[in-house]
């Protein structure tokens, strides 16, 4: 028998833990790099960009455009890495709560 109060209270304890996992997103940090690590960028599991540190050998006036690129390369190869660790946070903090229903997606939800 389906009993909806059960349901309601693992939806709230489901929702604690998201929230938990979501305020931990600013912990995870994740690196990308492009020039052989000439450039790098550090973002956090908020996408929010932390740091970029570049190599001063290939920083002259000539250079900027590479520069540029550089950069753009490493921050979103940065992102890419902390989707996939913000997602296993995620996971990891709802592991078990959610039952796993064929067909059914929640990964929008993190």
């Given at each position: 028998?389906?009993?909806?109060?059960?349901?309601?209270?693992?939806?709230?304890?489901?929702?604690?833990?998201?929230?938990?996992?979501?305020?931990?997103?600013?912990?995870?940090?994740?690196?990308?790099?492009?020039?052989?690590?000439?450039?790098?960028?550090?973002?956090?599991?908020?996408?929010?960009?932390?740091?970029?540190?570049?190599?001063?050998?290939?920083?002259?006036?000539?250079?900027?455009e590479?520069?540029q690129?550089?950069?753009?390369?490493?921050?979103?190869?940065?992102?890419?890495?902390?989707?996939?660790?913000?997602?296993?946070?995620?996971?990891?903090?709802?592991?078990?709560?959610?039952?796993?229903?064929?067909?059914?997606?929640?990964?929008?939800?993190?």
């Amino acid at each position: 028998m389906f009993d909806m109060m059960k349901m309601m209270g693992k939806m709230k304890e489901v929702q604690a833990k998201v929230k938990e996992a979501q305020a931990n997103l600013v912990n995870i940090k994740a690196e990308g790099e492009s020039g052989a690590g000439m450039v790098k960028a550090t973002v956090n599991g908020l996408k929010q960009v932390e740091s970029i540190n570049i190599d001063p050998d290939i920083i002259k006036a000539d250079d900027k455009e590479m520069i540029q690129d550089l950069t753009v390369a490493a921050i979103n190869k940065a992102i890419e890495e902390v989707d996939v660790l913000a997602k296993e946070e995620m996971k990891k903090h709802t592991d078990g709560l959610i039952p796993n229903i064929p067909g059914l997606d929640l990964g929008g939800m993190f």
